[in-house]
């Protein structure tokens, strides 16, 4: 058998597919209708928060803004898959690089939304966390996710350095948002700073001290990822705060606006941090050095404050104490995210 000379088999060889790429503009407006959906959630945590057992059908306004958002982004992200597949793409390619996520998060809300009025339907309206919790509910709060961030899958695909251009690095920024206020809103009944923990016996004290633990890792987390593959603009961290807290605080404290002014001026001062330090996987003290100083900026204003000012009982000992764990669990979570280098000789085959 004969075979064709190399110069032949390059010419009969199919050209790899092109890239096809969501631009910046197209990103923006993905977050945008994200946005809507996610304002249906916390309209709709308000009035399971407000309302509670007065709520008796699934067919509600804040349902409507709900699934609305979620047909909007749906259509838009089948839209941009309709362009890939004229490219003559196919299957999850016809979506723009980093929109696979979204193409499985789609038919998953949908399942989730399908599944939530059979529930309803069947066993009522959840009151209380348990609505939280409800497995029709955690399937559309994974696909929303997925499609929320869809964005910042793509803008960490771009083949661009840290300084990527600004609005692909704000796109991912904004992406990381909405996934910052999709975790707080499914965490609502631990988010740490909702209530200042006031020291009243081991109980209440240790579920308290626990919410902040658990909220000075949920803060910390995007942040440390964005690092990783950004250099962050100036104010991405007060975006990120100061939304989702807003949101928070809409939804359960409408009309109290220290929440979101505590988390602005938190927010200002961890931008500082990293403008100071320029934390990056190129200066990995640097970033080790911010990720503990990053919950420190939030949590020691925030309970430090609620002492002086006589909102909290909690000792110095328990106050300071639980702010400093805030900051080791940041440098814990930075060795996730920025992991050690392995040596040459453990890159090699087991055994």
């Given at each position: 058998?004969?075979?064709?000379?190399?110069?032949?088999?390059?010419?009969?060889?199919?050209?790899?597919?092109?890239?096809?790429?969501?631009?910046?503009?197209?990103?923006?407006?993905?977050?945008?209708?994200?946005?809507?959906?996610?304002?249906?959630?916390?309209?709709?945590?308000?009035?399971?928060?407000?309302?509670?057992?007065?709520?008796?059908?699934?067919?509600?306004?804040?349902h409507a803004v709900f699934y609305s958002g979620f047909l909007a982004v749906a259509g838009w992200?089948?839209?941009?898959?309709?362009?890939?597949?004229?490219?003559?793409?196919?299957g999850l390619a016809a979506f723009p690089d980093g929109y696979s996520l979204a193409a499985l998060?789609?038919?998953?809300?949908?399942?989730?939304?399908?599944?939530?009025?059979?529930?309803?339907?069947?066993?009522?309206?959840?009151?209380?966390?348990?609505?939280?919790?409800?497995?029709?509910?955690?399937?559309?709060?994974?696909?929303?996710?997925?499609?929320?961030?869809?964005?910042?899958?793509?803008?960490?695909?771009?083949?661009?350095?840290?300084?990527?251009?600004?609005?692909?690095?704000?796109?991912?920024?904004?992406?990381?948002?909405?996934?910052?206020?999709?975790?707080?809103?499914?965490?609502?009944?631990?988010?740490?700073?909702?209530?200042?923990?006031?020291?009243?016996?081991?109980?209440?004290?240790?579920?308290?001290?626990?919410?902040?633990?658990?909220?000075?890792?949920?803060?910390?987390?995007?942040?440390?990822?964005?690092?990783?593959?950004?250099?962050?603009?100036?104010?991405?961290?007060?975006?990120?705060?100061?939304?989702?807290?807003?949101?928070?605080?809409?939804?359960?404290?409408?009309?109290?606006?220290?929440?979101?002014?505590?988390?602005?001026?938190?927010?200002?001062?961890?931008?500082?941090?990293?403008?100071?330090?320029?934390?990056?996987?190129?200066?990995?003290?640097?970033?080790?050095?911010?990720?503990?100083?990053?919950?420190?900026?939030?949590?020691?204003?925030?309970?430090?404050?609620?002492?002086?000012?006589?909102?909290?009982?909690?000792?110095?000992?328990?106050?300071?104490?639980?702010?400093?764990?805030?900051?080791?669990?940041?440098?814990?979570?930075?060795?996730?995210?920025?992991?050690?280098?392995?040596?040459?000789?453990?890159?090699?085959?087991?055994?």
């Amino acid at each position: 058998m004969t075979t064709a000379p190399p110069s032949l088999q390059a010419a009969q060889a199919p050209a790899p597919a092109a890239a096809y790429r969501a631009t910046p503009t197209q990103n923006l407006v993905t977050i945008a209708l994200a946005w809507w959906l996610l304002a249906g959630l916390f309209l709709d945590g308000w009035a399971h928060n407000n309302l509670g057992e007065s709520l008796e059908t699934f067919f509600t306004p804040w349902h409507a803004v709900f699934y609305s958002g979620f047909l909007a982004v749906a259509g838009w992200c089948l839209f941009l898959a309709w362009g890939g597949w004229r490219m003559g793409r196919r299957g999850l390619a016809a979506f723009p690089d980093g929109y696979s996520l979204a193409a499985l998060g789609v038919p998953l809300f949908g399942l989730g939304g399908l599944g939530d009025l059979t529930w309803h339907t069947v066993f009522g309206i959840e009151v209380g966390i348990e609505a939280l919790l409800s497995p029709t509910h955690l399937l559309l709060f994974a696909g929303g996710s997925l499609i929320a961030a869809s964005p910042l899958n793509a803008a960490w695909q771009s083949p661009t350095g840290r300084r990527a251009p600004l609005l692909l690095r704000w796109a991912a920024v904004l992406s990381a948002t909405s996934l910052l206020a999709f975790t707080a809103f499914m965490h609502m009944y631990m988010w740490g700073l909702l209530s200042v923990p006031q020291g009243l016996g081991w109980v209440q004290t240790r579920g308290e001290l626990s919410a902040v633990l658990l909220t000075a890792l949920m803060l910390a987390a995007p942040v440390l990822l964005l690092l990783r593959r950004f250099a962050l603009p100036f104010g991405a961290i007060t975006v990120m705060y100061t939304l989702t807290n807003l949101g928070m605080a809409l939804m359960l404290a409408p009309g109290d606006w220290r929440l979101p002014a505590v988390a602005l001026g938190c927010g200002l001062l961890a931008d500082v941090l990293c403008v100071l330090l320029r934390p990056s996987p190129s200066r990995p003290l640097a970033f080790r050095a911010f990720a503990v100083l990053l919950p420190l900026a939030v949590w020691v204003p925030y309970l430090g404050g609620a002492v002086r000012l006589g909102l909290s009982n909690l000792s110095l000992e328990l106050w300071l104490g639980v702010a400093v764990m805030t900051g080791l669990g940041g440098l814990a979570l930075s060795a996730l995210v920025l992991p050690p280098a392995l040596p040459a000789g453990a890159l090699g085959e087991e055994g």
